[in-house]
């Protein structure tokens, strides 16, 4: 079956950039999306179509992909920035989400 | 404004039934699919399955295929994720999503639906 790869966590340091990567057999021919999770909250948004950033989320995040892996990216990292970052992409008609990846900021 | 609202916590016992909801409001609710996300406790996001309140077009994840049924009635904006026979493992958040048409991201996520299955 399709599986979408993350690291388990990620550490940055305030005003550092954080860079999560998710990697997939065939991503390269497929859209990811990435979406942050806050405790206790749904989750949102942030980027779509690989590098798209849908309204209301900062230019600090940005979105790649080389390959087969795609890769969120978060400048001046915030101590808000702190979150669970998952990743997404459909296989045929099936949606699946990366394992997450906890953002520490520290 | 684009809100989806799902309904309340729910406990239950296992072997009983329960069907959830989430409302649309604010967009055709008709013309963008919605989507069951399941969040077990300190897991991952996991996809359900998807609808297409329109014609009730539903696609399951192999996973839940068999587990759970999702519905929609379009004459009141709302779409539900039910199960004949809970067990204590469908203890869980369950979120609804709302995507567009194609490989489109899910742009709008309810407030999530809280699930406890104990006996």
């Known amino acids: 079956s399709y599986e979408l790869t993350q690291p388990p966590s990620v550490s940055v340091s305030p005003g550092q950039t954080a860079s999560i990567a998710c990697s997939g057999n065939k991503l390269g021919d497929k859209y990811a999306s990435w979406y942050r999770q806050k405790p206790g909250q749904s989750p949102i948004l942030v980027i779509y179509q690989d590098t798209k950033r849908p309204s209301g989320i900062p230019e600090r995040f940005s979105g790649s992909k080389s390959g087969n892996t795609a890769t969120l990216t978060v400048s001046e990292t915030q101590a808000m920035d702190e979150a669970d970052y998952y990743c997404q992409a459909w296989d045929g008609s099936t949606a699946l989400f990366g394992g997450g990846t906890k953002l520490t900021v520290l | 404004e684009v809100q989806l609202v799902q309904s309340g916590a729910e406990v239950k016992k296992p072997g009983e039934s329960l069907k959830i909801s989430c409302k649309g409001s604010?967009?055709?609710?008709?013309?963008?699919?919605i989507a069951w996300v399941r969040q077990m406790p300190g897991k991952g996001l996991e996809w359900m399955g998807i609808?297409?309140?329109?014609?009730?077009?539903?696609r399951y994840s192999p996973s839940f295929q068999g587990q759970v049924t999702i519905s929609a009635d379009k004459s009141i904006n709302t779409a539900y994720l039910q199960w004949n026979s809970l067990r204590a493992s469908d203890t869980a958040m369950y979120y609804c999503?709302?995507?567009?048409?194609?490989?489109?991201?899910?742009?709008?996520w309810g407030q999530g639906t809280l699930v406890t299955v104990s006996s």
């Open positions: 604010g967009y055709t609710f008709t013309t963008y699919w």
């Open positions: 609808i297409y309140p329109d014609d009730s077009d539903t």
């Open positions: 999503a709302r995507h567009g048409a194609g490989y489109a991201p899910f742009d709008y």
